[in-house]
């Protein structure tokens, strides 16, 4: 049974007496350690271990099982790779990786192993982080998702019939229900771009300071953001409340707006009305993306690769400026809409 602060290690079958007495170091240090696991077994160490040691070797390098327990390991940032041969030609897929030099290493314990314990030890005495729904959907593929949720956002929003106008101006109640309802939408918009303002300003002092918070990257991982996306969001079943009760906005626009645009009305807003599981979910959802994304530039500097986690907040953020311009810009649309129909609150 694989334990969470477990450590595996992958390696060519040819290499395993090799390896033993590395194994016996790691063993002896306090670790848990997973050498020979054959089977299923292996797929639930790789999925539930803290750490996955990879041995590079003109062996290894060939072997299909070793590339792919390595890219499992990549996937959850939690590899530490080792060079055993100088001239094992390490696959360029995990090239960038900087493994821990031991092609001198002669079988006894010393600095060589001294080290490795080190950057196992760094890896295994993370606090676990948050736990992210396997959904099979991809960060970027999250982001795009997202994206499109503010475009229908910004649609919908546009949509709202100009004509409510006359009746805000008449209503004050009118105009509170309009304001409690689309004040979802807005401070929906507001969480997640202060959330992902947060990641960003973070990572762009990264890069310029060439070094990384990982405490402040590790309050992150364990789901802070996400946690303040999801408190911090609005939800449909206000807008319906707002919209819907007996002396809500519908009553109060009904006989006032023409059918046509008394239709359009309902038609929006019961679609604002249902987006929790749709809309609003998938916007949120970037809490799962920083949270992830957290959580891999923790594991690479506790791994003791910063310049690979420093490549990784690089593309982060570029995958993520996108979404904070178009919050940013859907934001701003938003407060300008409000100011025509005329339902923003006096400063």
């Known amino acids: 049974m694989a334990s969470r602060d477990g450590v595996f290690i992958s390696y060519a079958k040819q290499d395993q007496v090799r390896l033993e007495p590395l194994a016996q170091y790691?063993?002896?240090?306090?670790?848990?350690?997973?050498?020979?696991?054959?089977?299923?077994?292996?797929?639930?160490?790789?999925?539930?271990?803290?750490?996955i040691v990879v041995a590079w070797t003109t062996t290894s390098v060939a072997s299909q099982d070793v590339q792919w327990q390595a890219s499992q390991a990549q996937r959850r940032a939690i590899l530490v790779p080792l060079l055993l041969d100088s001239n094992a030609q390490v696959p360029?897929?995990?090239?960038?990786?900087?493994?821990?030099?031991?092609?001198?290493?002669?079988g006894t314990v010393g600095t060589e192993l001294q080290q490795l314990a080190d950057r196992v030890r760094s890896l295994v005495q993370l606090e676990p982080g948050e736990t992210i729904s396997e959904d099979y959907l991809s960060d970027?593929?999250?982001?795009?998702i997202a994206q499109r949720a503010v475009s229908e956002f910004e649609e919908l929003t546009d949509r709202i019939p100009d004509s409510i106008s006359t009746v805000l101006i008449e209503s004050s109640g009118a105009a509170a229900d309009l304001r409690g309802a689309l004040d979802q939408v807005s401070r929906t918009y507001d969480v997640v771009d202060a959330a992902i303002g947060d990641f960003i300003g973070a990572g762009t002092a990264g890069i310029k300071d060439r070094t990384i918070d990982p405490d402040l990257f590790g309050k992150w991982r364990g789901g802070s953001l996400k946690k303040r996306i999801r408190s911090g969001s609005g939800h449909c079943g206000f807008i319906r409340l707002h919209y819907r009760r007996h002396d809500g906005l519908r009553r109060q626009i009904t006989g006032r707006l023409s059918p046509e645009d008394l239709k359009k009305a309902d038609q929006i807003f019961d679609r604002l009305s249902q987006a929790d599981g749709d809309l609003f979910a998938e916007l949120t959802n970037i809490g799962d993306v920083l949270t992830s994304?957290?959580?891999?530039?923790?594991?690479?500097?506790?791994?003791?690769?910063?310049?690979?986690?420093?490549?990784?907040?690089?593309?982060?953020?570029?995958?993520l400026l996108p979404l904070q311009d178009q919050l940013s810009e859907a934001m701003a649309k938003l407060q300008q809409r409000a100011y025509r129909l005329g339902y923003a609150e006096s400063e």
Do not use: M, T, Y
């Open 26 to 51: 790691l063993s002896d240090e306090g670790f848990a350690v997973l050498f020979d696991s054959v089977g299923p077994a292996i797929n639930e160490a790789l999925d539930q271990v803290a750490c």
């Open 92 to 106: 360029e897929e995990f090239a960038e990786l900087r493994p821990l030099d031991l092609s001198s290493w002669d």
């Open 140 to 144: 970027d593929q999250k982001i795009a």
């Open 293 to 319: 994304k957290s959580s891999r530039i923790v594991n690479l500097v506790r791994g003791r690769q910063e310049e690979h986690a420093l490549k990784i907040v690089s593309q982060d953020l570029e995958e």
